[in-house]
T-cell receptor
Framework: DAGVTQSPTHLIKTRGQHVTLRCSPI?????VSWYQQVLGQGPQFIFQ???????GRGNFPDRFSARQFPNYSSELNVNALLLGDSALYLC???????????FGPGTRLLVL | DAKTTQPPSMDCAEGRAANLPCNHS???????VYWYRQIHSQGPQYIIH???NNETNEMASLIITEDRKSSTLILPHATLRDTAVYYC????????????FGSGTKLNVKP
């Protein structure tokens, strides 16, 4: 079975631009969570979506937003990019909002 | 969710058992202990989780102390491919599914 997939794998943007990252969960999984991992640190929780509704939000500014589609795939949007947004963005899926999370390979974002 | 304390790094000889400790002294009665690992620049990989009893799967064993204040992840025969950062996480099966990763333990498996 296919695992969690994310696109693109790498991305380079400049300050002030907008970026959209995409995630497809494991088949049958209805919950998607997003994490940001800055170099040298553990992943930090950004959002969780379950059945297309936001179930949780981490301590991130309003420049970060997300949504989940009827097929349970998800997008993470970041507006007005800052240099500090450079990180590995991870998507994780789970059967429901409380089950074990399985992570994708991540999207590496570089903001110049 | 309770926080965890792990040593920043450990070494292990290839073929030997790797025992990774985790302290979670403030764990609540309904909180599970999860272990993930992250090989350089890849997404975290789920290893194992448990509540009270010891657990074993094809990857590892999880030993949880009787008072549940600490646990040990055991990789029975470490290989070079087990070199990674190992994260111990505790979370309750309620509310939303946030995992707090902390800094983890960098396990170096040496030939």
């Amino acid at each position: 079975d296919a695992g969690v997939t994310q696109s693109p794998t790498h991305l380079i943007k400049t300050r002030g631009q907008h970026v959209t990252l995409r995630c497809s969960p494991i088949s049958g999984h209805k919950s998607v969570s997003w994490y940001q991992q800055v170099l040298g640190q553990g992943p930090q929780f950004i959002f969780q979506y379950y059945e297309k509704e936001e179930r949780g939000r981490g301590n991130f500014p309003d420049r970060f937003s997300a949504r989940q589609f009827p097929n349970y795939s998800s997008e993470l949007n970041v507006n007005a990019l800052l240099l500090g947004d450079s990180a590995l963005y991870l998507c994780a899926s789970s059967l429901d909002s409380q089950e074990t999370q399985y992570f994708g390979p991540g999207t590496r974002l570089l903001v110049l | 969710d309770a926080k965890t304390t792990q040593p920043p790094s450990m070494d292990c000889a290839e073929g030997r058992a790797a025992n990774l400790p985790c302290n979670h002294s403030t764990i609540s009665g309904n909180e599970y202990v999860y272990w993930y690992r992250q090989i350089h620049s890849q997404g975290p990989q789920y290893i194992i989780h448990g509540l009270k009893n010891n657990e074993t799967n094809e990857m590892a064993s999880l030993i949880i102390t009787e008072d549940r204040k600490s646990s040990t992840l055991i990789l029975p025969h470490a290989t070079l491919r087990d070199t990674a950062v190992y994260y111990c996480i505790v979370r309750a099966p309620m509310g939303f599914n946030k995992f707090y990763f902390g800094s983890g333990t960098k396990l170096n498996v040496k030939p």
